[in-house]
């Protein structure tokens, strides 16, 4: 797995600096910008990682820089640092979609911490996304007869009436049950119930 990189954004050198030596010295991977113009021009959209950025500065300030990142589906954690006077655009990025903002001047601790629950919401995220998306792909293999065997059997029908309901015997309906769980990769009608809940297919 590849180690994620945390990208320092400011436009003034020696907050870049200090940031990048501290968070180097925690062990982390570092790479500076002094803009969000120049980050968005360079970033690779297949490295993890998570950025911290200033909320105030030329060009692309931080709250465009949120929802530009969000607009061009990077999907980056982003942490906003800001002085005093810029907390309620700092607030406003939040609502833009960042995950935490820290005043200036940074205490180490507090941002080693909030790089550290962004790095572990967006892992969790990130299996969830990789999860849903195989059983997004498990379920699409299923052929219009056993989708709507599927759909009956979340819906909590027995095999004998969802074969009074298709006209087919319930032997045969049976069938097509083991064909669909072993597709789904379900070992129980529970397990298939949750999937149908994810996939959409069944109201909670």
Do not use: W
């Not at 945390?6 to 870049?16: L, M």
């Not at 995950?99 to 967006?122: C, H, Q, Y």
């Amino acid at each position: 797995m590849t180690t994620p990189t945390i990208f320092v954004i400011d436009d003034q050198e020696t907050v870049r600096k200090a940031l990048g030596e501290m968070l180097s010295v925690f062990g982390f991977t570092v790479e500076t910008f002094d803009s969000a113009d120049r980050f968005l021009a360079g970033y690779d959209p297949i490295r993890p990682g998570c950025v911290v950025c200033d909320v105030r500065m030329p060009g692309t300030d931080g709250i465009q820089f949120v929802r530009e990142q969000a607009r061009r589906g990077f999907g980056l954690p982003v942490i906003l640092i800001s002085g005093h006077a810029d907390v309620p655009m700092a607030v406003e990025g939040i609502k833009a979609g960042a995950e935490d903002f820290i005043e200036k001047p940074v205490d180490d601790a507090e941002l080693v911490g909030a790089i550290n629950r962004s790095l572990t919401r967006a892992s969790e995220s990130k299996l969830t996304q990789t999860a849903h998306e195989g059983l997004a792909a498990r379920f699409a293999r299923l052929t219009p007869r056993q989708t709507e065997i599927f759909d009956l059997v979340a819906a909590g029908y027995t095999s004998q009436a969802i074969g009074a309901k298709l006209e087919i015997s319930a032997r045969t309906v049976e069938s097509y049950r083991a064909a669909i769980m072993e597709k789904m990769q379900a070992e129980s009608v529970a397990v298939l119930v949750r999937q149908a809940i994810r996939l959409g297919r069944l109201e909670p």
